[in-house]
């Protein structure tokens, strides 16, 4: 797909977005940076910055010591399957056997393996059709989840992210169709297909939020990984209202969002998320390698179901370690610690292709302590 295009779907898209203010939480006005949008940075987009705060690839030394836990847990063939052979927006990696080793995209496979069990076990022949993430980044998770769970895909994000998934989607997968902002405006203005109709042979489906109302299918899976944590109560709201409204009969909602961020002043606490009571409780743990952040995944009733209320007061239990009043200051700087880990991995030059063993010891020299995370 062509960048230019993609970038006159932005400009459109923010004109629309932007006209409410109110559509961008006190989190991501603070990300209002002055960030250029231009051909050549979009080629290089998680080289350049443009993914910054969408992207744990930067967290490069964590990714070697994630590497060996998962190559331990699956299977180091799976795990390699599992990861890129083409570095799409030109990110600081470590390469093995061709493949490029990427913490966000490490930690989505453990995501990954969770839910693949859910659904076999959960939704009708183990399978799925549409699957909708909401404030989904670059795209890392769906094309993790590309032919793997799901035959198609809706993403809901605010332009700057649908710019670089779109992107990041198309490099990756050059012979999809997709159905982008201004494919939305000329089916509004001329169509007369339903929505469902629409997009029956689209792969991709990539749109802001403005576009929620319209967005009328059958959705059998919905995803939020740590974007509702930094949304504003109305807009948590919102979604939560699209998702009791289009998610289908024995649809799943994957949720993996931390114990609680602060927006501005205000803590977002994921067991005060407005979930009702048509709900069962498939899976919930803290989730993995981030024992800050809890992984949580229902299934839609028909009817009100008993078990959600009681689940969400133990979520709330867990994760009083982690309100911020509660925090001890070491707890403040182990949380702190990925920063660190960020500044390092920025100052780590190219494309290492290193040879893995299974024993921290063989990284490079950095202090193992680090690891402790």
């Not at 967290?59 to 083409?86: I, P, Q, Y």
């Not at 995209?105 to 453990?110: F, G, H, T």
């Not at 390698?289 to 867990?318: C, F, Y």
Request: glycine share 6%; hydrophobic share 35%; aromatic share 10%.
């Amino acid at each position: 797909m062509e960048t230019s295009r993609l970038l006159k779907v932005f400009e459109m898209a923010s004109h629309t977005v932007y006209a409410k203010s109110s559509e961008k939480s006190a989190h991501w006005k603070r990300y209002d940076d002055g960030r250029v949008f231009s051909e050549e940075n979009i080629r290089s987009f998680r080289g350049s910055g443009l993914s910054s705060s969408l992207d744990d690839g930067v967290l490069k030394e964590r990714a070697a010591k994630t590497f060996f836990e998962l190559c331990k847990r699956h299977g180091e063939a799976k795990v390699l399957d599992h990861l890129t052979t083409n570095n799409i927006g030109e990110a600081d990696l470590y390469q093995l056997q061709g493949h490029y080793v990427d913490y966000g995209r490490l930690v989505a496979i453990e995501w990954k393996e969770v839910l693949e069990g859910l659904v076999a076990k959960h939704c009708t022949q183990g399978k799925i059709d549409i699957v909708c993430e909401i404030g989904g980044g670059y795209g890392n998770f769906i094309d993790l989840l590309t032919n793997r769970i799901g035959e198609r895909y809706i993403l809901i994000d605010l332009p700057e992210a649908n710019l670089l998934s779109a992107y990041y989607l198309s490099q990756a997968n050059s012979s999809a169709k997709f159905f982008l902002y201004d494919d939305y405006l000329q089916w509004k203005s001329t169509g007369t297909k339903t929505f469902e109709q629409v997009i029956d042979d689209c792969k991709f489906v990539i749109l802001p939020p403005a576009c929620l109302v319209d967005i009328v299918c059958k959705i059998d899976l919905v995803i939020n990984t740590r974007s509702m944590m930094e949304m504003n109560k109305s807009s948590i709201e919102n979604y939560f209202k699209f998702i009791h409204d289009r998610l289908a009969p024995d649809g799943l909602f994957l949720n993996i969002n931390r114990y609680e961020k602060f927006v501005s002043d205000i803590p977002v606490r994921m067991h005060q998320f407005p979930y009702d009571s048509q709900w069962r409780v498939l899976y919930s743990e803290q989730a993995y390698d981030q024992p800050h952040v809890h992984m949580l995944v229902t299934q839609r009733a028909a009817e009100e179901v008993a078990g959600l209320s009681n689940e969400l007061e133990r979520i709330k239990e867990l994760g009083k370690r982690y309100f911020y009043k509660k925090l001890t200051i070491k707890d403040r700087v182990m949380l702190g610690v990925g920063v660190r880990l960020e500044r390092i991995s920025k100052g780590l030059k190219g494309n290492k292709d290193i040879e893995f063993g299974y024993n921290v010891k063989d990284l490079p020299s950095i202090d193992e302590s680090i690891y402790n995370i």
